[in-house]
């Protein structure tokens, strides 16, 4: 957060020689965050990030309005004074809406990847590692959920929520891990990928005639070998199940009224009156979601490039 | 006790063509086959040889990296075969591997004071506290400075980079290293560097080396034995002066007529083998060596020569030499 302040008034050495200290001096982590810290783009798109999480985060507390809070009297106003975006069908202050929703959709799409990671990492090192059934089993399965198109299976998926009657609270809960299911496949498969080749090098077989341990071999190795891969596959992991868990709010099937989400604020772009008088109803969480998409995939790009120069296409 | 620190007898490594869907065996490459060496204490047994010829997989079978497909090794007069994984792997500081390339050897999220004192701390060679000061011998005795200590491999050159490499085989004090073309991707002012850190580590230390080359110079300057290797076997032993003044393998010498002189008045037979060394998949019949011979006739297409001693530990595979 430090480093990006510095790095927004033009202090980039002081920005790059913080980034030098987080890590160790010269390792090629720290050196990656002096590559990234000199991204204009990607170091932009992570100061857009910050805002928002701390805008979600402690703005509602500094609005006048309760996100629930419905007001007969101001049903579906323009904005104005008061109410900066608007009011929606019930009332409610559209903004402060927006902001709590905003908890929602990052919660979601980060814990959901944070899932698919635990998932996807142990599954693919595991393959990667052992090879043999294991193996085998591993990447059938993850084959055979990718083959499924995502959206048809999250909506049918939503349906069985929604027949289910689902309290809404845990409905968030189970949304995340809908979400992970489809995310983990793909981070399976390429960590089991880097798994494979990481094995084969060199230095691998080094550790062999040194006679190091299994777990030193694999924990000390190994394993930190893939953490850039890791790194940038689950960011933009995050861009990807935001956009996921929007679509199935928006038709209803993910997080559901009176949760917020961004998703389920753009279902009122689906009514032909709301969609051609009320922009503000559906304008601000579609340029939220668009925004915060295309942030996190630049600043994933940013990571990319800045930890392994050699991944750009 | 036999006079040799490590032996090997007949020692083969096949490794199968897999194919098909289900990955069935449809031949075998025969990297090595049937080789036999025997390295005395204290020396440098060179073991040259043109690409694919084996020399790679002869070292690392030895070391047990890979299991062999036949044949015996014996260090100290052990049969490896016969011991057991934790005994193995007791036994792994005393047999280390110097890399050829100096880049993929190390781990790059590893800083090379770490990744030299390691294996150290693994097999209980030292304590905690003592481990830096060991480490930082080793890295001196290697041309290393203290400051080196906490530095990342991508910070080094490649001499330097080799330099780690060795000292990390170092530092463990092995009795047997195997040394990959140690010196075959440094510029060759490094490469006298390096060669020479080898040749101190026999005179001061007594370190028996494997050292695998197809620098002809290189070995006939550091080497007391040499071996050369032509599709996966050895056509020709000995001592380095016997092999050098009197080579008496076609391929030896066709070999040994392309080590440039420093002296430009020398006219010499320089021997020019026609065609490429043929698959060890599908090696000739006989001979192995009769498809490029300049000598072969009948009987090197049929008959396979075995080796023949000439003089002392001098031997040679050729029903003419």
């Known amino acids: 957060m430090t480093t990006l302040i510095l790095r927004l008034f033009g202090q980039r050495r002081r920005a790059e020689q913080l980034a030098g200290r987080l890590a160790h001096a010269h390792s090629p982590l720290a050196e990656a965050l002096r590559r990234l810290a000199r991204n204009r783009l990607a170091m932009a798109a992570a100061l857009f990030l910050a805002l928002l999480v701390l805008l979600c985060l402690i703005g509602p507390y500094f609005s006048p309005w309760r996100n629930d809070a419905t007001d007969a009297l101001m049903i579906n106003r323009p904005p104005s004074a008061s109410h900066w975006l608007g009011t929606d069908f019930l009332g409610r202050d559209v903004l402060t809406r927006l902001l709590m929703a905003g908890r929602i959709s990052l919660t979601v799409g980060f814990a959901s990847v944070v899932l698919s990671v635990a998932v996807g990492y142990t599954l693919g090192a595991l393959a990667g590692y052992l090879g043999g059934v294991v193996d085998l089993a591993v990447m059938l399965l993850a084959d055979l959920l990718m083959t499924l198109p995502s959206l048809p299976l999250l909506i049918i998926m939503g349906a069985v929520l929604s027949e289910l009657k689902v309290p809404p609270d845990y409905r968030i809960y189970l949304v995340m891990v809908i979400l992970s299911l489809i995310g983990w496949p793909t981070l399976a498969r390429l960590i089991r990928g880097q798994v494979l080749s990481l094995r084969e090098r060199d230095f691998m077989l080094a550790t062999e005639v040194l006679g190091l341990s299994t777990r030193r071999r694999l924990f000390r190795h190994l394993l930190p070998n893939t953490v850039p891969l890791l790194i940038v596959v689950a960011t933009m992991g995050v861009a990807n199940a935001i956009l996921n868990e929007a679509y199935l709010s928006y038709l209803g099937l993910g997080v559901v009224p009176p949760t917020p989400s961004w998703g389920n604020m753009m279902d009122t772009a689906n009514s032909l009156i709301d969609f051609q008088r009320r922009p503000w109803l559906w304008m601000p969480p579609g340029l939220a979601i668009f925004a915060t998409v295309i942030a996190i995939n630049l600043l994933g790009d940013g990571l990319r490039d800045a930890l392994d120069p050699k991944m750009k296409p | ?321």
């Open chain 2, 1 to 321: 006790m036999s006079d040799y620190l490590i032996e090997a007898r007949g020692l083969s490594k096949h490794f199968p063509i897999r194919d098909g869907l289900f990955g069935r065996s449809t031949g075998q490459v025969r990297a090595v086959d049937g080789v036999d060496l025997a390295i005395r204490p204290g020396t440098i047994f060179g073991l040259v040889g043109e690409s694919g010829s084996g020399k790679t997989t002869v070292g690392r079978t030895l070391l047990g990296l890979q299991p062999k497909s036949a044949g015996e090794i014996r260090f100290r007069g052990r049969d490896l075969a016969t011991l057991s994984k934790p005994e193995l792997r007791a036994l792994r500081p005393r047999l280390q591997l110097v890399f050829q390339d100096p880049y993929g050897s190390l781990n790059p999220r590893i800083p090379v004071g770490e990744a030299i004192g390691e294996a150290l701390l693994e097999h209980g060679l030292s304590s905690r506290d003592e481990l830096r000061e060991r480490v930082l011998e080793v890295m001196a005795v290697c041309g290393l400075a203290p400051y080196h200590y906490g530095r990342y491999p991508h910070e080094f050159s490649g001499g330097q980079r080799q330099r780690v490499g060795i000292a990390r085989a170092l530092a463990l004090q092995p009795d047997f290293i195997v040394a990959d073309e140690p010196v075959s991707a440094l510029d060759v002012s490094i490469q006298a560097q390096i060669i020479n850190l080898f040749a101190e580590l026999r005179e001061r230390h007594g370190t028996t080396i494997l050292f695998i080359s197809h620098d002809l110079a290189v070995v006939e300057h550091l080497c007391d034995d040499i071996a050369v290797m032509y599709l996966g076997k050895i056509v020709e032993t000995g001592p380095r002066d016997a092999l050098f003044g009197q080579p008496r393998h076609p391929y030896t010498r066709a070999l040994f007529s392309a080590v440039p002189v420093a002296d430009p008045d020398a006219r010499r037979e320089r021997i020019v083998l026609q065609g490429e060394p043929p698959s060890p998949a599908a090696p000739p019949s006989g001979c192995r060596f009769h498809t490029r011979c300049p000598q072969a006739s009948d009987r090197c297409r049929d008959e396979e020569p075995t080796m023949r001693p000439l003089d002392g530990t001098h031997r040679v595979a050729c029903h003419f030499a």
